[in-house]
């Protein structure tokens, strides 16, 4: 058996299957996206590891100790460009700026000019500069945040 979580952004959801991809169990824990500025899009990382929690604890109850215990592997996947901001101590210093969030503007015009005056970024990068990728967005932090991204150490993606 194997067990499949992937942390979307509205919900994480996880399944197990048997060794021909049969669908054993299936179980959802929903996410909420917080606004709380017009173009923000975040949301706090413990909320995905409690969502995940949730999902496979009722794979659990769904398949028994003694079958969940059999699973052999797992396989993850999540959404893409969410910036998760990490101090020396592996704490989260904020909400996670996620691939909808459209508040770097301004930092993805000033990398592309940047960037026009020594070279070609969507040359060197493979595309352009834009809101939901994260060099706009750790740009923002590092303007509108200072001493917050002072702090970060680490950031996963």
């Not at 700026?97 to 970024?121: F, K, M, Q």
């Not at 060197?124 to 939901?132: D, E, Q, R």
């Amino acid at each position: 058996m194997y067990l499949g979580i992937d942390l979307g952004t509205s919900e994480v959801k996880a399944v197990v299957i048997d060794a021909e991809g049969k669908l054993l169990a299936l179980a959802g824990s929903p996410l909420a996206v917080s606004r709380p500025h017009p173009r923000w899009s975040e949301q706090d990382p413990q909320h995905w590891w409690q969502a995940a929690c949730d999902a496979v604890a009722s794979l659990r109850a769904q398949l028994g100790e003694e079958r969940f215990a059999g699973i052999r592997a797992i396989g993850l996947s999540g959404q893409m460009h969410g910036a998760v901001l990490l101090d020396a101590q592996d704490r989260v210093l904020r909400p996670a700026i996620l691939w909808s969030d459209s508040r770097s503007t301004d930092e993805c015009a000033e990398l592309t000019r940047r960037w026009s005056e020594s070279g070609d970024l969507h040359q060197l990068a493979g595309n352009l500069a834009m809101p939901g990728f994260t060099a706009p967005k750790l740009l923002w932090v590092a303007r509108h945040e200072p001493q917050l991204f002072a702090e970060v150490a680490c950031v996963l993606l």
